[in-house]
């Protein structure tokens, strides 16, 4: 096959999709400065999407300067940039938060089963210290959340599998450094929403026990939870 007749495959995310149509429309004057744009229940019937994943398209708008978003009252466009090329080039093309939690929930319960056969004592003290950590009032939220990760990370590598390893931490790398996944979980902790203690109790337990089931039920609900709270919590309409 020719060499020119290749084209580069890109990964299909379909809330950029959805923020793209949204953003060409206010650009077009489609949808004028100050309107409130339809419901997060009427978008997500309209492109036939989950409603997770129209908020994370409302976030990368938000990025992008094109929307405000109003916890409670809505999503209200806002006057566009000039400068359409740095206006895209804030929204990064990379997973959304949903999606990352999705991805995990898959992957870190068959880690946790896995890590139920093959866990070491050591590992094991090393949980307890980051629940300690996660569960002391003089601990503060930078150290939970770090506290947090090495929970999850810690896990992963008592699989002894180093792929699985490779690709939680990548998970985490980019719910910590992608801008949209930021400013979502930002979001989050400032309505009040932080790690469960006892969840991750729960999921220590099943490990000392030394029950795969167990460890793979109690962190898929850990991480059911946890889409579930930030879905409700991230209501963007009354």
């Known amino acids: 096959m020719p060499q020119n007749a290749l084209e580069t495959v890109k990964v299909h995310r379909l809330y950029l999709d959805i923020a793209s149509q949204i953003e060409r429309q206010i650009r077009q004057g489609d949808i004028e400065p100050g309107t409130r744009l339809p419901s997060e229940r009427d978008l997500a019937v309209s492109f036939g999407v989950s409603r997770p994943t129209i908020r994370e398209a409302m ?3 938000e990025i992008a300067e094109l ?3 109003r916890t409670g009252s809505g999503i209200y466009a806002l006057t566009p940039s000039t400068n359409i090329a740095n206006a895209n080039a804030a929204v990064e093309d990379v997973p959304g938060p949903f999606e990352i939690l999705e991805a995990r929930l898959i992957i870190e319960a068959e880690c946790s089963a896995l890590a139920a056969a093959r866990i070491t004592d050591t590992k094991i003290a090393d949980l307890e210290r980051a629940v300690s950590i996660m569960a002391s009032g003089s601990s503060s939220d930078k ?3 770090r506290a947090d ?4 990370c810690t896990i992963a590598e008592a699989t002894n ?3 699985l390893l490779s690709s939680v931490k990548w998970l985490w790398d980019m719910r910590n450094r992608s801008e949209i996944s930021l400013l ?3 979001r989050v902790r400032d309505l009040g929403v932080h790690p469960s203690v006892e969840e991750h109790k729960k999921i220590l337990s099943a490990l000392k026990a030394r029950d795969p089931g167990r460890a793979r039920n109690a962190m898929q609900t ?3 939870n946890a889409i579930d709270q930030d879905v409700s919590v991230l209501e963007l309409e009354s």
């Open 67 to 69: 929307v405000e978003i």
């Open 222 to 224: 850990h991480i059911s």
């Open 161 to 163: 599998n180093s792929a």
């Open 149 to 152: 990760q090495l929970f999850h």
């Open 59 to 61: 976030i990368a708008l």
């Open 143 to 145: 150290e939970k959340e």
């Open 184 to 186: 979502f979980h930002q």
